[in-house]
């Protein structure tokens, strides 16, 4: 832990604390004819926090920057912290940090010069904070900007956003170009904000960082807002890999026959090889909900050489991403719920999209 103490946050201002924090509805933005974002419903909970994933050019940072009223949208609407962006972004940058993917920053003024430049700019700025935050991070503010290495720069563009009390926080890609130490110092930061009473929105291309600090993800796919999840139903996700015995398969080689009616809502069965090798056909056992449950039948299968392992992002993902391959960038209503699907290894568990 990073051992910063901050004071803790109050996350209404005048909404009742059950309203969300974000809140947009058929939001849309064109370049053009270039849909960049395309009919975006979502909202964000008091206390979230909230990843963003989605494959380079996928609208992250569209849907972001529209949030903050920097962009002028082309349809729908969208309320941040109480306030319409396309009214009055002031008001909305007021009651949001937000770390842009590009922060650029000063480069003639020393890290502590800039600290105190950008505590003075944001209404809730606080010199203080960034200073311990600056130290948390282990970052020498004596040096100017211009001599600073890019992650040095990401960090002190970090002690700048973390600092301020606002109610939200949105981060584009906050751990870029930093090293394993720091990037999972920043989660802790991110994590002890969100436990002070702030929102956060986290943009990253790294799923076992929204794994281990997102509560909720939202996927997007070529401008649209193609999957959602929470992270406390991934949990409960697990995939089983056996070998069935060519005695145990069911007589009429239907792999669904195999699972109780009680459990069909929960278990779906798939072949791996049509083929039996050795007198076994290797299967796949998709579960949704609680294993234990599932535990006392999946033991009478007599499968061998068994192998249970959690779905996790990196499966979902895959599942969205390929059909972005597969589909123009308007999705069918159909593709709104992919099934997720695809195998996961600790080596792809670490990867980044
Ligand atoms: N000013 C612009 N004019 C035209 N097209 C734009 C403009 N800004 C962004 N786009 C396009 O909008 C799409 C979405 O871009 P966006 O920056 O939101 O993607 P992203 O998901 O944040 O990507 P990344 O992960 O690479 O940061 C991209 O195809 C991009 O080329």
Redo the contacts with the bound molecule.
């Keep these: 832990m990073s051992g910063v103490v901050e004071t803790p946050v109050s996350n209404t201002q005048d909404r009742p604390a059950e309203d969300p924090i974000v809140l947009c509805r058929g939001l849309s933005k064109s ?2 004819e ?1 849909r ?2 395309i009919d975006c419903t979502l909202e964000v909970r008091p206390g979230d926090i909230f990843g963003l994933l ?12 529209s949030l903050l009223g920097f962009l002028r949208t082309t349809a729908g609407r969208a309320v941040v912290c109480g306030h319409d962006p396309a009214e009055d972004s002031v008001e909305v940058r007021r009651n949001v940090a937000y770390l842009p ?1 590009d922060a650029r920053l000063p480069r003639h003024l020393r890290g502590h010069g800039v600290l105190r430049f950008f505590s003075q700019l944001h209404p809730r700025g606080n010199l203080q904070r960034s200073l311990e935050l600056a130290d948390a991070l282990e970052l020498d503010t004596s040096r100017r900007v211009g001599m600073m290495s890019t992650g040095m720069r990401q960090k002190l563009a970090l002690a700048i956003v973390l600092a301020p009390s606002t109610p939200l926080m949105i981060l ?2 906050p751990t870029a170009n930093l090293d394993p130490t720091v990037r999972a110092t920043v989660l802790d930061l991110v994590r002890e904000a969100n436990a002070q009473g702030r929102t956060v929105i986290l ?1 990253s ?1 790294v799923l076992s960082e929204i794994e281990e600090t997102c509560n909720r993800v939202a996927f ?1 796919r070529r ?1 649209v807002l193609a999957h959602q999840l929470e992270m406390d139903d991934l949990f409960q996700r697990h995939r089983v890999w056996g070998e069935l015995r060519d005695q145990h398969r069911p007589d009429d080689g239907t792999l669904s026959a195999m699972v109780p009616e009680e459990l069909r809502q929960a278990v779906e069965v798939h072949s791996v090889s049509t083929t039996a090798r050795n007198g076994v056909y290797p299967i796949r056992i998709d579960i949704a909900g609680d294993l234990a449950k599932l535990l006392p039948w999946i033991t009478s299968l007599q499968l061998q050489r068994i192998r249970i392992e959690p779905l996790g992002l990196r499966a979902v993902y895959d599942s969205v991403h390929r059909d972005t391959l597969r589909f123009p960038r308007e999705a069918p209503e159909s593709l709104m719920h992919p099934t997720a699907s695809g195998s996961q290894d600790s080596a792809a568990r670490e990867a980044s999209v």
Excluded: C, M, Q, V
Excluded at 54 to 63: C, E
């Design positions: 370049y053009g270039f960049a974002l989605g494959p380079n050019g996928a609208g992250k940072t569209t849907l972001i920057r993917g584009d890609e943009s291309h997007l401008g």
